[in-house]
């Protein structure tokens, strides 16, 4: 995802002062020598609440947009000029950033991978926890004077809001190429100090209606981490770990199917009735042979003839 970071560095002699003025010169031209650099700007800050035309010698700064989140963190550890600065800094601190949406240009363009409403890969803001926003605009001449007349109690709103986690006005040239930066727990706290009612409300109001700008660019970003220290502390990477991406709520858990009744048994068949053995009729014995009746014989038992002789029939 594209990365962008966000160098801050301070310098407290005057030696240094005049070395970081210097580069606001020098090194636009070394930054021609980092070519994985979609898009990058040389920054100076202002004084009190940094939204003022009074610049602040001691806070210089570099905006830098890489391909992903690896790539700016060797370049920020590792490249040349940012290995320089921070060698002669007293103090250096870098907020790597992921964009989310935006709007407008900057130098006839729209530097950062943003997305629009609907589109894949889409971010919601509101899910985005702490959130950062930078604002940019070149100035018409005729209305800078007009312009800086609501500087005054804009300054004063963001001053004392308690919801500010980080705020910074810085700028390419003063007066009339201007730029802030700030880390808000939320979307919503962000969104209340911007449009709710009040005298930033009432500048952005009139900005668009009397033709303040020339050109001018709102975009939001995710905190993807951050290097260093600021005034000896971490104030954006402790938002970090404090304010925690909203979940999203969970759905209520599916009501349970009822439980199907029973099945109904169906009635088991009545046993099916045995048919009667009917023993089939014993065939009568056959009638056993008639044993022939013997040949009778017949004995003639006369008296013997004359002559004493038996006949036998």
Request: hydrophobic residues 40%; positive net charge.
């Amino acid at each position: 995802m594209q990365t962008v970071t966000l160098s801050f560095f301070r310098f407290t002699t005057p030696e240094k002062r005049l070395w970081a003025l210097a580069q606001m010169t020098a090194n636009k031209l070394g930054m021609q020598y980092m070519p994985k650099a979609k898009f990058w700007k040389m920054l100076g800050s202002g004084t009190g609440e940094g939204f003022t035309p009074k610049p602040n010698w001691d806070v210089w700064g570099l905006l830098a947009v890489w391909p992903d989140e690896a790539t700016a963190r060797q370049e920020v550890a590792e490249s040349a000029i940012y290995k320089k600065w921070a060698g002669i800094a007293d103090e250096g601190y870098t907020v790597l950033l992921n964009p989310i949406n935006g709007r407008g240009k900057w130098d006839n363009s729209m530097p950062f991978d943003v997305t629009k409403p609907g589109e894949p890969g889409e971010i919601d803001p509101d899910n985005v926890r702490p959130i950062a926003a930078l604002t940019r605009a070149t100035l018409n001449f005729w209305k800078i004077e007009r312009f800086w007349s609501y500087e005054p109690p804009v300054s004063h709103m963001i001053g004392k809001d308690a919801d500010v986690v980080f705020k910074i006005g810085m700028g390419e040239i003063p007066f009339s190429q201007q730029m802030t930066f700030s880390v808000w727990p939320d979307s919503e706290s962000m969104v209340k100090f911007a449009y709710g009612s009040g005298a930033h409300a009432e500048a952005i109001k009139k900005g668009y209606e009397e033709g303040w700008f020339k050109e001018a660019l709102f975009a939001r970003f995710r905190i993807a981490g951050t290097i260093g220290k600021w005034e000896g502390k971490d104030p954006v990477g402790d938002a970090l770990k404090q304010f925690k991406p909203a979940e999203a709520p969970k759905p209520a858990p599916a009501a349970a199917a009822p439980k199907p009744a029973p099945a109904v048994e169906a009635p088991k068949p009545a046993p099916a009735f045995e048919s009667a053995k009917v023993e089939a009729p014993k065939p009568a014995p056959a009638p056993a042979a008639a044993k022939p009746a013997p040949q009778p014989s017949f004995t003639h038992k006369g008296k013997p003839g004359k002559g004493g002789r038996k006949e036998n029939a």
